[in-house]
């Protein structure tokens, strides 16, 4: 099994989610969180005192999916996250030994 | 010769004394906005604790020491607790004693509460409630007793319709001297102090900018003309010094900004408060207008001398007050008000320009002054300022043990007792 994170803009999530249901993804986590990258921050004025703001809001989405479809999700939401501009962010797979659902106490495949 | 009361009258400075009380929750929620979250209870509390010690020490003693006698230095002890203020009329008014005596108690209310903006987020509240309790008695009074009780700014002829000198210079040359002697903020200059909520600020100066109705033309002490002439002049005061604040950013700093719009508009309001009922309408926007421009450019002085004025009170009350009391030497004009002067510009000369000046000197260097004697003393008996673990936890939780925004984090709160 694989995890697939991605980093992406908060405003090309609902696009993301749409894609990834569509490829067949039964469920996802999602967390707001903030970084920088290439993309830089911005500058607030308040009374003449500038600010820089150097942490951006992103949103990370983790989907765990069998080894088979790792690449093809990672591809999916390339795609759906990609505007073509600085800051569209960075998506990628590591490995997950195991998986094991609550409820049921299925495992690994079963479990995804 | 005992005068008779006029309903109208009474009722127009009910109403006034209802407004100005409501300023002192408005300037909460403007300073509120402008400090960061974990600090926003102990502004709230230190400004509303105010309306409840200024309003008691107003009635011990407070009124007595500024309204008591015509002495030229302070007044006297005739109307401790409140003796003989009663349900008549002033002498000279058309209005009952105890009426006088709460439309001044609101002014000594909110007096002390604008210093709050200068000592922002690192001074103990008990210090607090101790400081505006002695300065309320040792400064205030004396300098409204100066100016409104007969005293020698009275005496002098210098003018101040609703308290540029006796509120705005007063408390802006205290806001200085607190600033000096508490220091800076822990990481001021360098680390980033954003204001946490605007829109709490702009309401505040919502209820301020409508308040101010009370201030200044309840200082008309009449509902005549000459209060609906300084109901106008006080609103177009605000509106053009908003217009000077927020073009004069938008060109030095490229925007026209919610902050300065609400800065701009306090500064003219400030401005306006020595001239509202000494002026003609197109004065008042010419006073507005280049208060607004003027303090814009003095809220930047305490980067140069390193000051931690948190939240301007120099730079919009000392110095908004000074230029409405200066101002009011040029623009001043008796076919507004009889009781008034002529300014340089309305064929007075340089009389009252010189007046105006010594005034407002004398109130900003004994204010300066006796605070600093003040805040010194009680440095050294109790403390003034919070340790830097409790500035880091914030004054919220440090001074009140509370949170002001509480969204139900998970695990946020089990009870223990």
Redesign the interface.
């Known amino acids: 099994m694989k995890l697939v994170t991605a980093i992406i803009k908060p405003h090309k999530f609902d696009d993301v989610k749409d894609a990834l249901k569509e490829a067949g993804v039964q469920g996802l986590t999602v967390e707001e969180v903030k970084g920088f990258g290439r993309q830089g921050g911005h500058t607030?004025?308040?009374?003449?005192?500038?600010?820089?703001v150097d942490l951006l809001p992103k949103i990370r989405i983790e989907v765990v999916v069998d080894d088979s479809d790792a690449e093809r999700i990672a591809e999916v939401i390339v795609d759906a996250a990609r505007t073509g501009k600085i800051g569209d962010g960075k998506v990628w797979v590591t490995t997950v030994d195991r998986v094991v659902r609550i409820r049921t106490g299925e495992r690994d495949l079963d479990a995804i | 010769m005992e005068s008779a009361l006029d309903t109208g009258d009474t009722a127009w400075l009910l109403v006034a004394t209802a407004l100005v009380l409501f300023m002192t929750p408005g300037l909460a929620l403007f300073y509120g906005g402008m400090v960061r979250a974990k600090n926003l209870l102990g502004m709230l509390m230190q400004n509303f604790f105010a309306m409840g010690l200024m309003a008691v020490l107003w009635v011990l003693i407070g009124y007595s020491l500024a309204f008591g006698g015509t002495g030229a230095l302070v007044g006297n002890l005739d109307f401790v607790g409140f003796r003989d203020v009663g349900m008549g009329a002033m002498e000279g008014l058309t209005i009952p004693v105890i009426l006088f005596a709460a439309f001044q108690m609101t002014f000594a209310i909110i007096t002390p509460a604008l210093i709050t903006g200068a000592t922002a987020d690192r001074m103990r509240f008990g210090a607090y409630a101790l400081f505006i309790g002695i300065w309320v008695l040792v400064v205030y009074s004396p300098v409204a007793h100066w100016v409104w009780g007969g005293g020698w700014i009275f005496d002098l002829g210098a003018l101040d319709f609703a308290g540029g000198a006796v509120v705005h210079i007063n408390a802006g040359a205290a806001a200085l001297a607190m600033a000096i002697l508490l220091g800076r903020r822990k990481g001021w200059p360098k680390e980033g102090m954003p204001p946490h909520s605007l829109p709490l600020t702009l309401v505040g100066t919502g209820i301020l900018w409508f308040g101010w109705a009370g201030f200044n033309a309840g200082s008309a002490l009449a509902a005549n003309g000459l209060a609906a002439q300084a109901l106008l002049n006080t609103f177009v005061a605000a509106s053009a010094a908003m217009l000077g604040w927020v073009l004069a950013e938008w060109a030095k700093d490229g925007h026209p900004t919610t902050l300065g719009a609400a800065s701009g508009a306090v500064a003219g309001l400030v401005a306006i408060t020595p001239c509202a009922g000494f002026v003609g309408a197109v004065p008042s926007i010419l006073i507005g207008f280049l208060a607004g421009i003027i303090c814009l450019f003095a809220i930047q002085l305490k980067y140069r001398f390193g000051y931690d004025d948190s939240l301007d009170v120099v730079g919009v009350h000392l110095v908004g007050g000074l230029t409405g009391a200066l101002l009011l030497g040029l623009f001043a004009d008796r076919s507004i008000n009889e009781a008034g002067a002529d300014g340089l510009f309305t064929g007075g000369g340089l009389d009252l320009l010189g007046k105006q000046f010594v005034a407002s000197i004398t109130v900003l260097g004994f204010s300066f002054v006796v605070t600093l004697v003040i805040g010194k003393v009680l440095d050294a008996i109790v403390g003034l300022r919070v340790s830097e673990e409790d500035e880091d936890r914030g004054l919220d939780l440090s001074q009140h043990a509370e949170t002001a925004y509480s969204f139900g984090e998970v695990g946020s709160m089990g009870r223990i007792g």
């Open positions: 607030e004025v308040y009374r003449g005192a500038e600010y820089t």
